[in-house]
């Protein structure tokens, strides 16, 4: 939503002003999103690892923006009132009903990712900042849950899945392909 650490000098300093995440694009502001990938990861028959299979969401169908499209498990934009982490726990709860100790104690940061987005028409560039984490889960019981409506769904993806989604899908929000090529690559 909001992002006003740029507006500060000090922990002590006196917000200058805080601007709503739609406005920052207009305004040249970078804007910040965090991001929990939750996953699965499977032992094959010769006792090793297979790739991991991932989380998405599906973003509600009343999302204003690119609705009924795919994220990772957990996204949302980052408020000026949380940390980053604090963020992530709240978020994870909201939109997957993840509790927010299983986070804390099993959520691991993998970095920052930069992105430079703009609409088709290539207007209205779009500086973003994706902090992500990955929490590996269960098979047999994890299952996302959506607490605040705005998750239509979840579906356990393959690596192969999400890969083709990477390359020539069309299901992930497009902001998002960066985020899950990030997690097949690690």
């Not at 709860?93 to 927010?100: F, T």
């Not at 900042?129 to 579906?155: C, N």
């Amino acid at each position: 939503t909001d992002l006003s650490s740029s507006t500060r000098s000090g922990p002590e300093e006196e917000v200058l002003a805080v601007v709503n995440r739609n406005a920052a694009p207009f305004l040249g502001i970078t804007s910040v999103g965090v991001h929990l990938l939750c996953y699965v990861r499977d032992i094959d028959e010769d006792g090793g690892d297979k790739k991991p299979s991932l989380w998405l969401a599906q973003r509600a169908a009343d999302k204003s923006k690119f609705p009924l499209l795919w994220d990772p498990t957990v996204a949302g934009g980052q408020p000026a009132s949380r940390t980053l982490f604090e963020n992530v726990i709240k978020e994870a709860y909201e939109e997957a009903g993840i509790h927010p100790l299983a986070v804390e104690k099993n959520a691991v940061s993998t970095g920052c990712l930069s992105q430079m987005t703009c609409k088709p028409d290539g207007a209205c560039m779009k500086q973003s900042l994706y902090y992500t984490w990955d929490m590996e889960v269960e098979r047999e019981t994890f299952l996302p849950k959506s607490t605040d409506g705005e998750v239509a769904a979840f579906e356990l993806c393959a690596a192969a899945q999400l890969e083709y989604e990477v390359r020539f899908g069309t299901r992930l929000r497009p902001a998002m392909v960066l985020v899950v090529t990030d997690f097949l690559i690690r």
